[in-house]
Nanobody, 114 residues
Framework: QVQLVESGGGLVQPGGSLRLSCTAS????????MGWYRQGPGKEREFVAS???????THAEAVKGRFTISRDDTKNILYLQMTNLKPDDTAVYYC????????WGQGTQVFVSS
């Protein structure tokens, strides 16, 4: 099973920015798709963004225009650039990858507060 390790979370003020990284133990081009999900306090896990093998991206309406998913094919890293962060973005962010099965990282905490 592929290993996914997230990093880059932390405390940020509203309006601030963070970039999350997800380092994969296999080539990011080997996955049908990779993506980010999040789970806020007292909430269910929800879709944030995804990128397909062919590079096509999808972003949830709640983050469209503020978050951008991308990947570095040479470093096998998936990114989530987050800008104009809001308190509602507070959550544990999880990286996921799909090949023959779905794999998840351990998550990284993002806390947006003044």
């Amino acid at each position: 099973q592929v290993q996914l390790v997230e990093s880059g979370g932390g405390l940020v003020q509203p309006g601030g920015s963070l970039r999350l990284s997800c380092t994969a133990s296999a080539s990011v081009l080997s996955f049908h798709a990779m993506g980010w999900y999040r789970q806020g306090p007292g909430k269910e896990r929800e879709f944030v963004a995804s990128i397909r093998m062919n590079g096509i991206t999808t972003h949830a309406e709640a983050v469209k225009g503020r978050f951008t998913i991308s990947r570095d094919d040479t470093k096998n890293i998936l990114y989530l650039q987050m800008t104009n962060l809001k308190p509602d973005d507070t959550a544990v962010y999880y990286c996921t990858a799909i090949d023959n099965q779905r794999s998840w990282g351990q998550g990284t905490q993002v806390f947006v507060s003044s």
